[in-house]
């Protein structure tokens, strides 16, 4: 589905019809990349109900530079970085220091893994881990940028995704151990 100009215009002019089809279009992808900041389905069922929300009042914002689907999909981004910002004001914190770093490969395991099952492992993460690899790995952002956002510092933001490779490299080496039993 290609959004050019009247289609825009549509969207603008609360065009439900329009509204439906972009959002039907979009929200697949959408709940993705939801899933991945997420802590269950619920969560990012609510991620990305907040981001289309989002979408849909500042999308008189949208200047036409770029995609129209990369500007969803940053809004989307930054619905599921405010909603984890708000858990860490509620109270819901995660231990930085529960990981211990271990720098085996497990590319073997890997391979013979579903995206299911490595999106599994990446949800189980703690928040903050899950955070910054979802921005940095999955998204592109560099740790300045990731730092800005989530208001931590640069290094912060480095060492947290050092972390959650750790973790993650931890896990495979189980999942290893098992199937060579």
């Not at 802590?39 to 849909?56: H, P, S």
Request: charged letters at 30%.
């Amino acid at each position: 589905m290609e959004f050019d100009k009247s289609f825009i215009i549509k969207l603008l002019r609360n065009d439900k019809k329009a509204q439906e089809a972009f959002y039907l279009h979009l929200a697949p992808k959408m709940y993705g990349v939801c899933l991945r900041f997420a802590l269950d389905k619920d969560d990012a069922a609510d991620i990305l109900q907040d981001g289309f929300i989002r979408v849909f009042v500042h999308l008189k914002d949208f200047r036409g530079e770029g995609s129209l689907e990369g500007w969803v999909r940053r809004t989307i981004v930054n619905t599921a970085i405010n909603y984890y910002n708000k858990k860490i004001k509620q109270g819901v914190k995660t231990d930085l220091d529960q990981v211990k770093d271990t720098n085996q490969t497990r590319s073997l395991v890997v391979e013979n893994m579903s995206s299911r099952e490595l999106l599994n492992m990446i949800n189980e993460l703690p928040d903050g881990y899950r955070t910054v690899f979802n921005l940095n790995i999955i998204e592109g952002y560099t740790h300045k940028e990731i730092g800005e956002m989530l208001g931590i510092s640069e290094n912060t933001s480095k060492s947290q995704l050092s972390r959650a490779r750790a973790s993650l490299q931890k896990r495979l080496k189980i999942i290893e151990k098992k199937e060579n039993l």
